[in-house]
């Protein structure tokens, strides 16, 4: 059987060892990268009777990869912030249109009522 012994070191507060026996490695560094695990005293890994230390190897394995930024086209930027404000002005007239053809369809239906 093969599990992972996560140490937390709060502090003051203590320590926690988080011991999950169905977590794999996966997981492990998914949580690390994550930022759930924080302040990581150290990470065991167990399997049988042998007892290895892996801090050092789950925290290379967890770091982001760095990305470099592209060459940002800040003409194609302004085009589409343009684009988007057309259309969402259009949006708002259309939304304006529907509710002046819902108060007109409301009067109407008040002077239906009325002459009765």
Do not use: W
Request: hydrophobic letters at 40%.
């Amino acid at each position: 059987m093969q599990y992972f012994v996560v140490m937390i070191d709060y502090g003051r507060r203590g320590r926690e060892a988080i011991v999950d026996p169905e977590i794999t490695r996966r997981e492990v560094i998914a949580r690390v990268t994550s930022g759930e695990y924080q302040n990581i005293s150290f990470i065991h890994e167990i399997a049988g009777s042998a007892v290895e230390d892996i801090t050092a190897d789950i925290l290379a394995e967890a770091i982001l990869p760095e990305v470099e930024p592209e060459e940002i086209d800040l003409q194609a930027v302004r085009l589409d912030h343009l684009r988007d404000l057309r259309k969402h002005a259009v949006e708002e007239l259309e939304a304006c249109d529907h509710s002046s053809e819902l108060s007109g369809q409301t009067d109407s239906i008040k002077l239906i009522q009325s002459s009765k």
